[in-house]
Structures are given as structure tokens and as C-alpha cells.
């Protein structure tokens, strides 16, 4: 399997060093990502904000509860949160000069993502409810529909970092753009795991 | 050890962009942040004339009681845009963006801001999304105000979901501008140049460029939920199904009063450039203006429901947003009399561009203090919704941050352009501005007390006196500002020649030629102290070769 780390061009030069202006530019990438996570997570925080308020604002909240399936939203977590690991795999496997396990680790990834979109479909079938036919409808569907985008999105950035490293844009030393797919699909879980806990578990 | 050749660390001194060839790559999509500037002032510029002469339309309406120049219609609209262009298409780029752009890179020593393709991107957004804004003229304009509170938006015409596409989009370039900007400070700042050691004015722009990262994403969503209730019948702010018009108040809020300091903090920091230079004295207190600017940003977060005091908020909730907000009055003092202090004793020269420093400082102060009466809830309650919250808004708006912003381009117009403005023009300007302001606005605050209310298209004939005064006085200031502007166009080709300092002033800017050159600097200086000193030599080494014909850095291989 030894061979397999070294098959893929952007491992040949194992010797380079990367230079000044190269460690200064991803300092400011890294930054920005940053940042720009954190302007989402108020995107997402002001959602949920409108979500408690109106929850909370004794105006007509489903008394019941609406008909969520805390069992498929458990097993969509899990994959959810699987894709995590893989990516993080994906990620450790790329640092250590292996190609082609990295490339499988991070196609798992996708499948999962995937497969926790298809889940969010199902889920929304199941419910029944219409976006327009309350407050329930509002936000249930804006939160978990944004971070739906989210996640596709997330596949889409996911897939073309695959491509972009099998043309060879990422080296050893050099490997910017994966670690900021790799932040970006760990910030999308961790936003799941705060709306499964106020719409499932609250 | 000191004497080595240092790889000026933390400064990026490679990152230098090859010189731009052509019209198109150096002109109109330009990655140099100085270039970008200049795009953004003159496009706010552009709509700043839009947005005046919407105003002027309201003060001819005004002119008589019983109205007529425009059905009470087209008058709701025609505030509406007024407002919403003034806000978003004229304080906010011109103060970030504009001056932003322009200035605090050079100041912080840098070549450029972190992200320039980003700056680019932040920018060409801007435009667009202000003809998208005038567009929702043609579809029939929001009605509601700047503030479009539900359901009155809700029941707009389909102009309202323009409007808020437009406002988005604009919210979109101001996040990135906050990021690039953000990041710009805390990366790329000149070996040496510590957080105490930065000018005045970067502090201002390092203060805002997280509110305008947090504040507009949050006005973002309660936009994009306006446009999902409006297009989708998502029901978030309709009682009839559960939702609830206050909630678009708050999320409206908790972005438009931070908002407030967007437009106001980069404006303190102008002044506290230019009333040192002008008064040839250290500015008084550097730390205090440095971190008042941080309290009142942190601070900015926690007072929004002072503008809902009579939309039925809890009492329980008043009382705690009453006492915040007129916290905010202390770092607010603690400026004031920093200026004050500054001015006390110094050299003081009377330029265009420190009349109008000290036009601020008197206007602001007004605004400011009106704005710690409608804090208390009692006043708020018998004023709310009429003439006085207008000149309240307008002082601190007007007279601060328009203050602020002449005030830097009579200061900043030779970096532009290696010329000086006209002076004579410019005290012309200044004088017919500071009385048509004084007398456009002072009178509404008798007018609000007396009860006259705002966004009316008529009025009880007892308060049409005052309202005609106020109308010919704010022909004054319109036309102070059409003087600026033609001074501004004159002076390009006709202005004295600037040099590349004709303030002797001290922060870096200054100490490079005029125009400044795409690369900035040749090398990246080091520095040793804050720049405001005027009894030192300067606090800098490395700029020997800035203003000699010595070769422009080369770009690095990448």
C-alpha cells in the first residue's frame, strides 16, 4: 500500500518547504474563513432567535407538538456526524501523503452528506405541515432548509476540492483550501446538533 | 541582531500586485483598495444626490400644510428611499468603504487589504444593488419607512420585496467589506505598528468592521424573512397565523442600532486624525478614544429596544434598555471632552477641514444629547414618532457623520488626487451648511414637542411656520452641498498642488506621494510609536526611498 502515497503529483516534491508569502497568505485565509463562519452562525442564530421568540410568544404554538420523527431525525444526525469523522479521516489521510485514501475517505464523506439530505426529504414528507401554514411551518423549514442549502453546498465545495487535488492544486505542505472545506463541513454539523436540539428535544 | 535585514514579519511585504495595465484593470475593475475607495465615494456621491433630492421633495411638500406637490402616497415613498439611500447607499460606503478603503490600509502600512478580488466583489455589489433599490420606484417603492415594520410592509407594494433584495444584497458587500477589513488589522499591520500605536482612524475602522460582519447578517435574516413572508406567505410576522409584527422590530433592531455606530465610529475616528494635525497638539487621551470606541460598540448591542418603547415592550424590559443606553453616554463624554482637550491651548488653524471637525463636535454633541433624552422612557413615550426623534436622527446623522465625512475629504482630497480643494469655496460651504443644517433641523425639535408628527403628508396648519423655515433653511444646505461638489470637480484639474503632505501631517500616509502609488510603499516601514507626537521626529524607519525616484518594488513570484 506504501506505493500508493506517492503516486499522485502533488506529493513529489516532498523536500519543499512552504515559502514567507505562502505561511502569510494562509494566516489571512484561515482568518477569513473564520470570520465568515461567524457571520453565518448569526445568520443562523437570528433564525433561531425568531424560532424561540415566537415559540415563546404564546401566540398560537402547535399545543401537541407537531409530528416530528425524533427516530429518522436521530439516524440523519448520525450520518450527519459520521461525515464529520470521515472528513476529518479524509483530512489526517491527506497530511500524511496518501492520495487515494484521502480521495475515499472524502467520497464517503459526500455519500453521506448525501444521504443526510435524503433523510431531510423523507423527514419533510413525513411532517406534512406546508411552510406557510404557521409559525411552526416558518421556522422549522427556514432553519433546517438553510442548513440544508448548507449541506448541499457543502458537497458541491467538497467535490470540487476532490477534483481541484486530483489536477494537483494541493501539496504536501500546501493544502489551504482542504482545511478550510474541512472547517466549513465540521461548522455545518455543529449547526445541526444546536437546531436537532431545539426542534427535537426542546 | 537589530542592524540585520528583517523579513518584515507580520507586515507581508511581497505581497505587492503588479502594476495594473489598461483602463479596465486599473480603473473600473481595480483590486487596489485605493482605487476601489474612490469608486465607492464617487458612486455614494451619485446617490447622495438622489437621496437629497428625494429630501428636498419632502421639505417642498412640507412647505404648506395641506401639502400638494405629491399624493400621500408617493410621499410615504418617496421618505422611504430617502431614508434607505441615505443609510445604506450613502454614510455606510462612503465611511467604509470610501474612506475605509482609501486611508486605513496606508495608515496600518500595508500594500493592500487581505482579500482585494473580495474588495472588488464588495464593491460592484454596491451598485447594483442601489439601482435594484430605485428600481422598486417603478414597482411601486416601500411605504413604510426605512424601517418597513409589518404589516404595513407586508401590505406594500411588490416594490417592498425589491427593496429588501436590495438591502440584502447590500448587506452581503458590507459583511465581506467587515471581514476583509477585520482582517486586514489584525494580519497586516507594519512591524511595529502595535495596537496602541495605530492612528485614530484605523481604530475606528477596526471597531466597526465587526459590527458590520454581525450586525447586517443578523438584518440579513429579518430581511429574507420579509421577503419569504411577502413571496411565500412564510408566516413570520402575521398575527393572523401565530407570528408577530414585534418580532421583525427586534430582529429589525438589534442590526440598525449597531448600525447607528457603523455610521457614526469611523467618523470619530476622522476626527480624531484631523483636530490633532489641525491643532498641532497630541491628541488628548489616545486610549480612552481607542477603547470608549470598543465600550460603545459592545454596548451598541444591548440598547436595541429603546426604539420599541411603544411597541408594547415588557415594562421589566424598559427599564434595563433606558439605563444601557444612556451608558452609552459616558465613552460618548469621554470623546468629547478628548476633542475638547485636544483643542485647548493648541495652534489651532482654521482650515476648511477643521471647520468642519469643529462643526462636528457642536452638532454631535446636540444629537447626542437628545439622544440621552429619548432614552428616558417617559420623554421617549410623549415624543416618539414625531418631528424632534427626525432632528434627533438627522444631528448625529447630518451633523456627525456628513460632518465627518467633508471634514475628510477637504483632509484626504490631496491623497486623491495630488491637488487641494479650494479653501475660499470650502468656507463658503462650510458656513451656508452648518446655518441651512442648523436651521433645517433645530426647529423640529419645538416642532416634535409641540406634537407634530413625522412621515405625514399634511399637518395642522399651527405648525407650518416653523416647517417653512425649516424648508428654506434646508435650501441653504442643499445648496452648500452642490458647492462641495463643485469644488471637488474643479479642484481635480485646478486645485493647488498638494505635495505629498500639505497638512504636515504625521500618520502614514502622509509620508508617501500624492496620489498614492499602487505598490504604497517601496518598503514597509517599521514603526516605534503612535503618530502623534508633533514634538518628535517621526516614528518610522524605512521611508527614505518613498519620495525619490528610486525603482518600485517588484511583485513576488506569485
Given amino acids: 500500500m506504501a506505493v500508493a502515497t506517492v503516486t499522485h503529483p502533488g506529493f513529489a516534491g516532498h523536500a519543499e518547504e512552504p515559502d514567507q508569502l505562502y505561511v502569510e497568505t494562509r494566516e489571512l485565509r484561515i482568518q477569513g474563513f473564520l470570520l465568515f463562519m461567524v457571520s453565518d452562525l448569526v445568520l443562523f442564530s437570528s433564525f433561531i432567535f425568531a424560532y424561540l421568540y415566537l415559540r415563546n410568544s404564546g401566540q398560537g404554538w402547535p399545543a401537541g407538538g407537531p409530528k416530528l420523527d425524533i427516530a429518522l431525525a436521530a439516524i440523519n444526525s448520525i450520518v450527519l456526524f459520521g461525515s464529520g469523522a470521515t472528513m476529518h479521516f479524509a483530512l489526517e489521510n491527506w497530511k500524511h501523503g496518501s492520495f487515494t485514501k484521502f480521495a475515499n475517505w472524502i467520497v464517503m464523506t459526500i455519500i453521506l452528506g448525501a444521504g443526510f439530505l435524503s433523510g431531510q426529504v423523507l423527514e419533510y414528507i413525513h411532517i406534512g405541515a406546508r411552510w406557510d401554514s404557521g409559525i411552526f411551518g416558518a421556522s422549522f423549514y427556514t432553519l433546517t432548509g438553510m442548513h440544508g442549502l448548507h449541506v448541499l453546498g457543502g458537497i458541491i465545495y467538497l467535490t470540487v476540492l476532490l477534483l481541484q487535488a486530483a489536477q494537483g492544486k494541493y501539496t504536501y505542505t500546501k493544502y489551504t483550501g482542504l482545511t478550510l472545506g474541512t472547517l466549513y463541513w465540521h461548522f455545518v454539523d455543529v449547526i445541526w446538533v444546536v437546531l436537532f436540539s431545539i426542534f427535537y428535544l426542546l | ?558
Avoid at chain 2, 482579500?115 to 416601500?142: D, K, R
Avoid at chain 2, 429579518?222 to 408566516?235: C, D, K, N, T, Y
Avoid at chain 2, 470608549?292 to 436595541?304: D, E, K, T
Avoid at chain 2, 514634538?535 to 518610522?540: D, F, K, N, R, W
Wanted: include cysteine; proline fraction near 7%.
Fill in chain 2, 1 to 558: 541582531m537589530a542592524a540585520t535585514a528583517v523579513h518584515a514579519g507580520g507586515g507581508l511585504a511581497d505581497h505587492i500586485h503588479p502594476e495594473p495595465q489598461g483602463f479596465v484593470r486599473k480603473y473600473v475593475f481595480s483590486i487596489d483598495h485605493k482605487i476601489i475607495g474612490i469608486q465607492y465615494m464617487i458612486t455614494a456621491f451619485l446617490f447622495m444626490i438622489l437621496g437629497g433630492m428625494l429630501a428636498e421633495l419632502i421639505r417642498v411638500q412640507l412647505m404648506k400644510a395641506s401639502g400638494g406637490l405629491m399624493t400621500p402616497e408617493t410621499y410615504n415613498e418617496v421618505y422611504s428611499i430617502h431614508g434607505s439611500t441615505m443609510v445604506w447607499l450613502v454614510i455606510i460606503p462612503l465611511l467604509t468603504g470610501g474612506f475605509g478603503n482609501l486611508i486605513f490600509p496606508v495608515q496600518i502600512g500595508a500594500r493592500d487589504v487581505a482579500f482585494p478580488w473580495l474588495n472588488m466583489l464588495s464593491f460592484w455589489i454596491f451598485p447594483v444593488a442601489g439601482l435594484m433599490l430605485y428600481a422598486s420606484f417603478l414597482m411601486g417603492a416601500p411605504t413604510a419607512g426605512w424601517t418597513e415594520y409589518p404589516p404595513m410592509s407586508l401590505q406594500g407594494q411588490a416594490g417592498t420585496s425589491m427593496w429588501a433584495a436590495a438591502i440584502f444584497l447590500i448587506g452581503v458587500s458590507s459583511t465581506m467589506t467587515g471581514i476583509n477589513f477585520l482582517v486586514t488589522i489584525l494580519k497586516m499591520r507594519a512591524p511595529g505598528m502595535t495596537y496602541t500605536r495605530m492612528p485614530l482612524f484605523v481604530w475606528g475602522q477596526f471597531v466597526t468592521a465587526p459590527l458590520l460582519m454581525i450586525a447586517t447578517t443578523a438584518l440579513g435574516a429579518a430581511l429574507a424573512a420579509l421577503f419569504m413572508q411577502r413571496e411565500f406567505g412564510v408566516a413570520f410576522f402575521d398575527p393572523a397565523r401565530g407570528g408577530s409584527p414585534l418580532l421583525w422590530q427586534h430582529m429589525f433592531w438589534f442590526y440598525s442600532h449597531p448600525a447607528v455606530y457603523i455610521m457614526i465610529l469611523p467618523a470619530f475616528g476622522m476626527i480624531s486624525e484631523i483636530l490633532p494635525t489641525f491643532a498641532r497638539k497630541p491628541i488628548f487621551g489616545y486610549k480612552m478614544i481607542a477603547f470608549s470606541s470598543c465600550a460603545i460598540a459592545i454596548l451598541g448591542f444591548m440598547v436595541w429596544a429603546h426604539h420599541m418603547f411603544t411597541s408594547g415592550l415588557a415594562p421589566a424590559l424598559q427599564v434595563p434598555f433606558m439605563v444601557l443606553t444612556m451608558l452609552i453616554a459616558i465613552p460618548t463624554g469621554v470623546k468629547i471632552f478628548s476633542w475638547v482637550a485636544t483643542l485647548w491651548g493648541g495652534v489651532i488653524h482654521m482650515t476648511t477641514s477643521m471647520m468642519f471637525a469643529i462643526g462636528f463636535l457642536a452638532t454631535f454633541t446636540l444629537g447626542g444629547i437628545t439622544g440621552v433624552f429619548l432614552a428616558a422612557v417617559p420623554f421617549d413615550l410623549h415624543v416618539h414618532g414625531t418631528d424632534f426623534i427626525v432632528a434627533h436622527l438627522h444631528y448625529v446623522l447630518v451633523g456627525g457623520s456628513l460632518m465627518g465625512i467633508l471634514a475628510g475629504l477637504f483632509y484626504w482630497y490631496p491623497k486623491m488626487t495630488g491637488r487641494l480643494m479650494n479653501e475660499t469655496l470650502g468656507k463658503w460651504a462650510f458656513w451656508l451648511f452648518f446655518i441651512g443644517f442648523n436651521g433645517t433641523f433645530l426647529p423640529m425639535h419645538w416642532l416634535g414637542m409641540w406634537g407634530m408628527p413625522r412621515r405625514v403628508a399634511m399637518y395642522d396648519p399651527q405648525f407650518q411656520g416653523w416647517n417653512q423655515v425649516a424648508s428654506w433653511f434646508s435650501f441653504v444646505m442643499t445648496a452648500a452641498l452642490i458647492l462641495v461638489l463643485i469644488n471637488a470637480l474643479w479642484s481635480m484639474r485646478n486645485g493647488k498642488r498638494s505635495g505629498h503632505n500639505p497638512w504636515n501631517a504625521r500618520t502614514l500616509e502622509w509620508q508617501i506621494p500624492s496620489p498614492m502609488p499602487y505598490y504604497n510603499f517601496k518598503h514597509v516601514p517599521s514603526v516605534f510609536a503612535a503618530p502623534y507626537d508633533f514634538a518628535e521626529p517621526l516614528p518610522y524607519r524605512g521611508l527614505e526611498e518613498e519620495l525619490t525616484g528610486a525603482p518600485p518594488p517588484v511583485p513576488a513570484a506569485h
